[in-house]
């Protein structure tokens, strides 16, 4: 079975500046892990993911995470952050069979 | 249409009441799955169709929860002698295999009372 642990469960920070959200995950078998955003009311929008290849993933609106197996980590980041990247955001693992396991989720609140 | 479509979007129900939550998915998609999602935590998988076929039906917490597909597209979610912890913001994605293509829904928020 797979899981993820997301360190940070709030993240404020200020607009313009740099944020990581920080991701690990245990696994007994290769992995697929991916970054969601969600914002009030809505649904689950895919940010990036890895399947294969190169470690450092590049996404959508700025996004970047990289996969490291050693640390078992895929942290996501942005350098300059916008008040529009106020939302949840999820980091998700899956071991092949489709099914994704999520993490609690990191609050992240971009103030002026 | 060009996204998921969940309806209703809101649902109160009295405790021991049936639900019946829509998911209409991307049309052609394949794969269409069900997830839980409650206050403050990230989604959890309740099922999983590949056309009408129900392949995967792990997640369902007790056997008050039903899904079905029988046409390969509409997907209804059926939850039967509501409880108060069944409330929750229900989630539908779809994709149109199995690559991780994945498009989630808005959800139907669930309130027991």
Same mark, same amino acid.
């Given at each position: 079975?797979?899981?993820?642990?997301?360190?940070?469960?709030?993240?404020?920070?200020?607009?313009?500046?740099?944020?990581?959200? =920080?991701?690990?995950?245990?696994?007994?078998?290769?992995? @697929?892990?991916?970054?969601?955003?969600?914002?009030?009311?809505?649904?689950?929008?895919?940010?990036?993911?890895?399947?294969?290849?190169?470690?450092?993933?590049?996404?959508?609106?700025?996004?970047?995470?990289?996969?490291?197996?050693?640390?078992?980590?895929?942290?996501?980041?942005?350098?300059?952050?916008?008040?529009?990247?106020?939302?949840?955001?999820?980091?998700?693992?899956?071991?092949?069979? @489709?099914?994704?396991?999520?993490?609690?989720?990191?609050?992240?609140?971009? =103030?002026? | 249409?060009?996204?998921?479509? %969940?309806?209703? $979007?809101?649902?109160?129900?009295?405790?021991?009441?049936?639900?019946?939550? =829509?998911?209409?998915?991307?049309?052609?998609?394949?794969?269409?799955?069900? @997830? %839980? %999602?409650?206050?403050?935590?990230?989604?959890?998988?309740?099922?999983?169709?590949?056309?009408?076929?129900?392949?995967?039906?792990?997640?369902?917490?007790?056997? $008050?929860?039903?899904?079905? $597909?029988?046409?390969?597209?509409?997907?209804?979610?059926?939850?039967?002698?509501?409880?108060?912890?069944?409330?929750?913001?229900?989630?539908?994605?779809?994709?149109?295999?199995?690559?991780?293509?994945?498009?989630?829904?808005?959800?139907? =928020?669930?309130?027991?009372?």
């Amino acid at each position: 079975a797979q899981s993820v642990t997301q360190l940070d469960s709030q993240v404020p920070v200020f607009e313009e500046a740099p944020v990581e959200l =920080r991701c690990n995950y245990s696994s007994s078998v290769s992995v @697929y892990l991916f970054w969601y955003v969600q914002y009030p009311n809505q649904g689950l929008q895919l940010l990036l993911k890895y399947l294969s290849g190169s470690t450092l993933v590049k996404g959508i609106n700025g996004f970047e995470a990289e996969f490291n197996k050693s640390q078992t980590s895929f942290h996501l980041r942005k350098p300059s952050v916008h008040i529009s990247d106020t939302a949840e955001y999820f980091c998700a693992v899956s071991g092949g069979d @489709y099914k994704l396991s999520f993490g609690a989720g990191t609050t992240v609140t971009v =103030r002026a | 249409g060009a996204g998921v479509s %969940q309806s209703p $979007r809101y649902k109160v129900a009295k405790r021991g009441q049936d639900v019946a939550l =829509r998911c209409d998915p991307i049309s052609g998609h394949v794969s269409l799955f069900w @997830y %839980q %999602q409650a206050l403050g935590q990230g989604p959890e998988f309740l099922t999983y169709f590949q056309n009408e076929a129900q392949l995967d039906k792990s997640g369902l917490p007790s056997d $008050r929860f039903f899904a079905e $597909r029988p046409e390969g597209s509409v997907s209804t979610l059926k939850i039967q002698r509501t409880q108060q912890e069944d409330s929750a913001v229900y989630l539908c994605a779809s994709g149109p295999g199995n690559n991780y293509g994945y498009t989630f829904g808005s959800g139907t =928020r669930l309130t027991v009372v």
